[in-house]
C-alpha cells in the first residue's frame, strides 16, 4: 500500500508517473540505467531534497572513465571541476591531486574519490531528490538536456535523471516553489511528509 502519493518510476518504459488518490496526476521523461548499469528495483521514502548539490562519483566511474583521464593530463580535474577526496565519509579531506597515483586507480590497484563542485555542468544538475537506499540511487537533474529528446533513454549509471525537476519540486513539495538560496553547495530542503 504506497499510499495517497507515491511516484512510480517505469524504468523499462523511461517514464515517471505522479500518483494521488489513486490516479495518475502528472508524468514526465526520465533517463535511467544504461544495459550494464540498470536501475535496480527498489521501494523507498523521498525524503528530502538538495539543491546545489555536489556530484560524488561513483569508484567504478572514477577508475573507468576519470583516472586515465586526470594521469594523461591533471588539468583534467579543473576543467571537469573536481576534486580529489580521501573518501565521502564525513571527516573526509580535499587531497592534493599529485598525491594521487591515477594510473593505479585506472588500473583499480586503489579506490580514487572525486566529487564534482556544484554548477551548470553538474552531472546532478541543479536538484536530487533523496530517498535514502543502500544503493546511493536517487532522483535528479541533468545537464545533458539532449538524452530527454532520445529513445529510448538508457544512458545513466543507475540513478534516475528527471526531464522537469521544478515541477516533481513543486509536487512534492505540494506546490511551493523550492529555490537554492545562492550559491551555497548541499542546500537541503525536507520534504513536509515522506513520499513513497
Not at 490516479?23 to 544495459?35: F, Q, T, W
Not at 537533474?141 to 535523471?161: M, N, T, W
Amino acid at each position: 500500500n504506497l499510499g495517497d502519493r507515491f511516484v512510480l518510476v517505469d524504468a523499462a518504459a523511461n517514464r515517471l508517473w505522479l500518483y494521488q488518490g489513486a490516479r495518475p496526476v502528472d508524468s514526465m521523461k526520465v533517463v535511467v540505467g544504461a544495459p550494464n548499469e540498470q536501475t535496480p528495483q527498489m521501494a523507498a521514502l523521498i525524503r528530502y531534497a538538495i539543491y546545489n548539490p555536489f556530484w560524488n562519483v561513483p569508484p567504478d566511474l572514477t577508475r573507468d572513465n576519470y583516472a586515465p583521464r586526470i594521469a594523461a593530463n591533471l588539468s583534467a580535474l579543473s576543467d571537469l571541476r573536481m576534486d580529489a577526496w580521501s573518501g565521502f565519509t564525513p571527516g573526509a579531506q580535499v587531497l592534493n591531486p599529485r598525491a594521487v597515483n591515477w594510473n593505479a586507480v585506472a588500473r583499480g590497484e586503489t579506490l580514487g574519490w572525486l566529487r564534482q563542485r556544484p554548477g551548470p555542468a553538474n552531472s546532478m544538475g541543479a536538484a536530487k531528490f533523496m530517498f535514502p537506499n543502500e544503493l546511493g540511487i536517487y532522483l535528479h537533474d541533468s545537464p545533458q538536456r539532449e538524452l530527454f529528446d532520445k529513445a529510448p533513454r538508457f544512458f545513466s549509471a543507475g540513478c534516475i535523471r528527471v526531464e522537469d525537476y521544478r515541477r516533481l519540486s513543486r509536487w512534492l513539495f505540494g506546490g511551493a516553489e523550492i529555490t537554492a538560496q545562492g550559491t551555497v553547495a548541499e542546500q537541503r530542503f525536507d520534504l513536509p511528509a515522506p513520499v513513497p
